[in-house]
T-cell receptor, first 115, second 116 residues
Framework: AQSVTQLGSHVSVSEGALVLLRCNYS??????LFWYVQYPNQGLQLLLK??????LVKGINGFEAEFKKSETSFHLTKPSAHMSDAAEYFC?????????????FGTGTRLLVSP | DSGVTQTPKHLITATGQRVTLRCSPR?????VYWYQQSLDQGLQFLIQ???????AKGNILERFSAQQFPDLHSELNLSSLELGDSALYFC???????????????FGPGTRLLVL
């Protein structure tokens, strides 16, 4: 079975600081990995996805994530946090052994950005 | 705005009741997905329909059912409701049935269900 673990239910940063949200995955087959963002009272929006091409994936809003097989990680980073980045972030894994259409989500990390 | 609409936004009902949640996908999208987000279970995939037919099933309870109509809107029916069914129910759509790898899912704003 596939799963993801997001370390830290809450992460607090100052505006302008580096954002690092951690995600580790478990998968018996090559995984496809995703980061979604959920703003208050809204649905999820895809930030970026890894589908076995380049290991460094660039997404929207200045976010990027690096797939590291040796560490089974797919951490999300942004060099400089903005107040508008405050939201909940979900890491997800999908792949053939979860069923082609299914995503398995982590528990989410709430990013708090202070002035 | 993703282009996916869900009604109602909020729903309050009692245990044992039945409710129907409605989703209209983005114009032209053939696939509709349903997800449940609760404090206990987190975010879980329930079911997917593609052009009117069930395509994939996740952790959907037998008390729950869904369908997709010829105009491609979808309904999620929840029956014999229990307190634990209180959650945010999201609908998402994608252009075809190509799967999560090839296609981006666009999420609606959700329906918040409270079972008392």
């Amino acid at each position: 079975a596939q799963s993801v673990t997001q370390l830290g239910s809450h992460v607090s940063v100052s505006e302008g600081a580096l954002v690092l949200l951690r995600c580790n995955y478990s998968s018996s087959v090559p995984p496809y990995l995703f980061w979604y963002v959920q703003y208050p009272n809204q649905g999820l929006q895809l930030l970026l996805k890894y589908t076995s091409a380049a290991t460094l994936v660039k997404g929207i809003n200045g976010f990027e994530a690096e797939f590291k097989k040796s560490e089974t990680s797919f951490h999300l980073t942004k060099p400089s946090a903005h107040m508008s980045d405050a939201a909940e972030y979900f890491c997800a894994v999908g792949g053939m052994n979860t069923g082609f259409q299914k995503l398995v989500f982590g528990t989410g990390t709430r990013l708090l950005v202070s002035p | 705005d993703s282009g996916v609409t869900q009604t109602p936004k909020h729903l309050i009902t009692a245990t044992g009741q039945r409710v129907t949640l409605r989703c209209s996908p983005r114009s032209g999208d053939l696939s509709v997905y349903w997800y449940q987000q609760s404090l206990d279970q987190g975010l879980q995939f329930l079911i997917q329909y593609y052009n009117g037919e069930e395509r994939a099933k996740g952790n959907i309870l037998e008390r729950f059912s869904a369908q997709q109509f010829p105009d491609l809107h979808s309904e999620l029916n929840l029956s014999s409701l229990e307190l634990g069914d209180s959650a945010l129910y999201f609908c998402a759509s994608s252009p075809s049935g190509g799967g999560i790898i090839q296609e981006t899912q666009y999420f609606g704003p959700g329906t918040r269900l409270l079972v008392l």
